[in-house]
């Protein structure tokens, strides 16, 4: 604490200084330009403020050594040139009104921050103009402009960032890393402007390799190109609006989930944003449709009059703040739940064509190899003891499936127009084989009918609780003494549910009443579950996600069990509820209920096509 104070001299009196142009433009890069990937966002900003309807993205060395942007926008006139090297020089906004921000950008600081800290070129001609111009930079010092040649629009070429501050080039990442942080802004504008066509290239090993091309398309196109086909055969479109702040985009089925967040992408009047807000908004609406180690996927774009939004809440604009948090954080919420229970027994598990490829038989032999069964042809009793194993014989009951079991008569055709089609067997006492009138559907039993039994519960418990069946004998059921605790506090709430249960005595329960709808049950288990549920939870969870948890697990043990073997009524049953069933598409934890075989695929299989 005795050390001497590096900036202030120990026998002077401390002084305010004003630092110069060029100090105040390396310390505001600091902020603004943390690493290339925000140079980069920051100039395709710029562009699309411009009006550019092509951007050309061109880096080097994860754009540590070059970074060039190039638009077809309005570009800008000699005078501009060197205005737009100064910091606080924006064309887009008078600085009046700072809550009326109708552009990416606004601040006028992220061109001079760089040219503080790279050497850069800027090369522009505005549209209608004769000639461009050009303008050099070199850690701050800017040169006089020069005639260019370029058509209309702007390049921005900035190269060697940060070699006017080589302190910062200790803390960049690889070149790989970099490049690929670059690539994900790109990919987030192109996202937030689909009428745009945008070009990504790597110059690192001289000649360009083209890492992102994409033409002007419909926003669903965009999505598709830049996070693949799976999540746009698997998304739902979302539309919907409340009190003037509009929610559009696409969400993912809840069994495309994921392992992180990487796929979930916020766009905020354009501007793409990582709002802790709308992510924790994003989670609850998938909060009892998938695990809790699993995280949705979704594209969504908010827009609403910017007065009721501040963008100006965050060095690199990616946060802002709603006027109305609870109004912004509802309509997700609301919006998310509506498009997934209108998606029904839907889910992303659909065998995609190309899928079949991998049940393909395996090519045919060339011409003139030996084939054993065609070309050996053996003696007489060989021959006869082949034939009679290959016949039904004694020997077929030996090799026979005890665990399959099809229904002889053929289904009526309206069964066949259903959705989920008419039951035709049970496999492994598990599945359920479905003819459908475009192909099949396997049905996971269990899971399906765990995902109904809590939809019912839900149902029973939002409108006044479920019906209860008295037990002839109440069960004890002993649990360590906070397991115990835990149950009977919400024990109110599990006798809405049709679940009584009271103490008795130091780590004992009194189990009076189970639920209806579940039969006959384990109620031991059941409880155990409960406490475990209620532990892993913790008390930092909301009442509502406490409950959901609880309706889980209640669900889980009144569902079909693996192993039953259910009859041809049964099953359709089964089939009809998932139909009628909201979020049937998957079970309590996110995993499919069933899978869909297209006809096509399967005739393709088959060589039929």
């Not at 496999?427 to 084989?433: G, L, N, P």
Request: charged share 25%; hydrophobic share 45%; proline share 6%.
């Amino acid at each position: 604490m005795n050390a001497p104070d590096r900036n202030i001299g120990a026998d002077a009196p401390p002084r305010i200084r004003l630092l110069t142009e060029a100090a105040a433009n390396r310390i505001a890069a600091g902020e603004v330009i943390e690493r290339p990937a925000a140079a980069v966002k920051e100039l395709v900003e710029n562009a699309l403020d411009a009006g550019a309807r092509r951007i050309d993205v061109a880096l080097a060395d994860g754009g540590k050594t070059l970074i060039r942007v190039s638009d077809d926008g309005e570009g800008m006139t000699r005078e501009e040139l060197p205005l737009a090297l100064q910091r606080h020089a924006t064309s887009k906004t008078d600085g009046e009104d700072l809550l009326d921000i109708r552009t990416l950008g606004f601040r006028g600081e992220a061109l001079p921050s760089m040219a503080a800290v790279g050497r850069m070129t800027l090369t522009s001609r505005a549209r209608g103009a004769a000639e461009a111009w050009a303008i050099e930079a070199r850690a701050g010092a800017v040169e006089r402009p020069r005639p260019a040649a370029r058509g209309e629009g702007t390049e921005v070429s900035l190269r060697d960032l940060f070699f006017a501050t080589p302190a910062r080039l200790k803390f960049l990442r690889s070149d790989r890393a970099e490049l690929q942080a670059a690539a994900e802004a790109v990919r987030r504008l192109a996202m937030a402007a689909p009428g745009v066509g945008f070009t990504l290239s790597d110059l690192s090993e001289g000649e360009p390799r083209l890492l992102l091309r994409a033409e002007p398309e419909s926003p669903l196109s965009r999505l598709r190109r830049l996070l693949g086909r799976e999540f746009a055969e698997s998304a739902l479109e979302i539309d919907a609006e409340r009190e003037g702040l509009r929610l559009t985009g696409w969400a993912a089925l809840p069994t495309y989930s994921r392992g992180t967040t990487r796929q979930q992408f916020l766009f905020v009047n354009g501007r793409p944003v990582a709002d802790r807000l709308l992510i924790g908004a994003l989670g609850a609406a998938y909060s009892d449709l998938m695990s809790r180690d699993r995280r949705p996927a979704a594209a969504l774009f908010f827009d609403c009059d910017p007065e009721r939004v501040d963008v100006n809440v965050h060095p690199a604009k990616t946060e802002v703040r709603f006027r109305e948090p609870a109004l912004a954080r509802g309509l997700v919420v609301s919006a998310l739940r509506h498009a997934l229970a209108g998606a029904g027994h839907r889910s992303a598990a659909s065998v995609p064509t190309e899928g079949f490829g991998a049940f393909a038989p395996p090519p045919p032999r060339p011409a003139g190899a030996f084939t054993y069964q065609q070309d050996y042809r053996g003696t007489p009793m060989l021959r006869e003891e082949a034939l009679r194993f290959q016949g039904p014989g004694e020997l077929a009951g030996e090799f026979s499936s005890p665990s399959a079991r099809a229904e002889p008569e053929p289904p009526a055709p309206e069964a066949l127009s259903r959705p989920l089609g008419a039951a035709r067997a049970q496999i492994h006492e598990t599945y359920i084989v479905a003819q459908t009138g475009t192909g099949m559907v396997i049905v996971d039993a269990h899971a399906a009918h765990e995902r109904i039994v809590y939809e019912k519960l839900k149902a029973a418990l939002a409108t006044g609780g479920a019906a209860g069946q008295a037990l002839l004998l109440p069960e004890i059921v002993e649990l360590p003494g906070e397991d115990a605790e835990r149950v009977l506090e919400i024990a109110p709430d599990l006798a809405r549910l049709g679940l009584a249960v009271e103490g008795f005595g130091a780590g004992a329960l009194c189990v009076r009443e189970t639920p209806a709808m579940l039969g006959n049950c384990d109620a031991g288990a059941l409880l155990r579950d409960l406490a475990d549920e209620l532990a892993e939870g913790g008390a930092a969870r909301s009442l509502e996600a406490r409950l959901n948890a609880v309706l889980s697990r209640i669900a889980c043990h009144g569902s079909v069990r693996a192993g039953r073997r259910l009859n041809v009524d049964e099953m359709n049953a089964l089939l009809r509820e998932m139909e009628a069933t909201p979020n049937s598409g998957q079970c309590n934890h996110g995993r499919p209920t069933s899978v869909s075989l297209d006809l096509a695929g399967i005739e393709r299989l088959f060589g039929r096509r």
